[in-house]
C-alpha cells in the first residue's frame, strides 16, 4: 500500500492528527522548559505518567484519565518539593524513585489486561480513539491560551526569578502553573512516542531551536515546527515501512534535527551577534531573549547599560 492508501483509513487519520496536536503542545512548552531547566522535571512526569495510568486501571478502568489525574499530583508534588532550585533535581529523583514503585504494586493488584498502561510506556499512537483526539485537542488549546496569557511573566521569572520576585511577580504560582501544564503536555505526549521516548519531542525540538533562533517568538515558532516535522514524518516513514515503530523514527529524525541545528548554529549565532553590534551584554544562551535585554512582564525591555555608563551612581540601568 502507498501513503496515500493508509492516509485514506481512519486508524491513520487519527494518528496523525493525534501526532500533530501532541507535536504543537509540545513545540510550545519545550523552549520554557530549556529556559527553566527542568528536562528532569520532564523525565519523571514522563515516567510517573505509569503510575497514574496503573492507578487509573485499578480504580476507574481508565489508564488515559489515571495519567491526566496523577499529572496533577506529580506537578503539585514537585512544585512543594523543589522550593529551592539547588534541591530540585534531588526532590525530583526522590518522587520519581517512589512513584513508580508505588506505580508497579498498583499494576500488580489489577488482574484484567495492562496493555493500556504499558501502552504508555511505549506510545500506542495507531490506537487512538475518536475520544482521546478530542482530549488531545482539548489540552492543546488550553496549554496554548494558558501560554499566551501567562508567556511574558513566565519568560521573565525563567531568566531571572530573584528580579522577577522582587518586582511583585508571582514566581511561585507562575511555576505550579508551569509543572500542571507540562506534566498534561507530557502525559499526552507519552500517548504517541511513550514515556521512554518523551523527550524526542518535549525537549530535543525546544533543544534545536534554541540553538538556531535570535529570540523567544523565533525560538517557539522553530521549535512548533521541529516537533511537528519530527512527530508527523516518524508516523508517515512508520507507515511506509510497516516494521519500524513510529516512536523509533520520531525520536530518530528529532536527534537529527538536532545535530543539523549544531551545526549550523554557530555560523547562525555569529551573524545574529553582528547585527547587534554596539549593544553591550550577553544574551542568556538557554533563553535567547536578545543581548544585554532584560525580560520585564511585559517582555524584554531595553538594553542595560554596565556601570558607570555616564547615570549618577555608576549603577546598572535598564532603559524602558
Do not use: W
Not at 512516542?193 to 534554541?210: D, E, M, R
Amino acid at each position: 500500500m502507498s501513503i496515500g492508501d493508509y492516509l485514506a483509513l481512519p486508524f491513520a487519520q487519527h494518528a496523525l492528527i493525534a501526532s500533530t496536536l501532541v507535536a504543537v503542545t509540545c513545540g510550545l512548552v519545550g523552549p520554557f522548559v530549556t529556559c527553566r531547566n527542568m528536562a528532569f522535571a520532564v523525565h519523571a512526569s514522563a515516567e510517573l505518567a505509569f503510575t497514574g495510568a496503573a492507578a487509573g486501571l485499578l480504580v476507574a478502568g481508565n489508564a488515559v484519565g489515571g495519567a491526566l489525574a496523577g499529572a496533577i499530583v506529580v506537578a503539585a508534588l514537585i512544585a512543594v518539593l523543589t522550593t529551592r532550585r539547588r534541591e530540585r533535581d534531588s526532590a525530583i529523583g526522590v518522587v520519581l524513585a517512589a512513584g513508580l514503585a508505588l506505580g508497579v504494586l498498583l499494576l500488580g493488584y489489577y488482574h484484567g489486561f495492562a496493555t493500556e498502561a504499558t501502552n504508555i510506556l511505549f506510545g500506542d499512537i495507531f490506537g487512538v480513539s475518536t475520544g482521546q483526539i478530542v482530549l488531545l485537542a482539548v489540552i492543546a488549546a488550553a496549554a496554548t491560551a494558558i501560554l499566551t496569557v501567562i508567556h511574558r511573566p513566565l519568560l521573565f521569572a525563567s531568566v531571572d526569578p530573584e528580579v522577577a520576585a522582587a518586582r511583585g511577580l508571582a514566581t511561585g504560582l507562575l511555576g505550579l502553573t508551569f509543572l500542571v501544564l507540562l506534566a498534561f503536555t507530557v502525559t499526552e505526549a507519552a500517548q504517541v512516542v511513550g514515556t521512554l521516548l518523551v523527550l524526542s519531542l518535549a525537549i530535543t525540538p525546544a533543544a534545536s531551536a534554541q540553538r538556531l533562533a535570535a529570540g523567544p517568538l523565533a525560538m517557539a515558532g522553530l521549535s512548533v515546527a521541529f516537533a511537528v516535522l519530527a512527530a508527523d514524518g516518524g508516523l508517515i516513514l512508520s507507515l511506509q515501512s510497516g516494521t519500524v515503530k513510529p516512536s523509533v523514527l520520531v525520536a530518530s529524525i528529532s536527534f537529527a534535527l538536532y545535530l543539523g541545528a549544531r551545526l549550523a548554529g554557530p555560523g547562525l549565532r555569529r551573524r545574529h551577534r553582528a547585527r547587534r553590534v554596539g549593544v553591550a551584554g550577553v544574551a542568556d544562551p538557554a533563553c535567547p531573549v536578545g543581548p544585554a535585554c532584560s525580560v520585564g512582564p511585559a517582555g524584554p525591555v531595553g538594553p542595560v547599560r554596565p556601570a558607570g555608563s555616564g547615570r549618577p551612581g555608576g549603577s546598572a540601568t535598564m532603559d524602558t
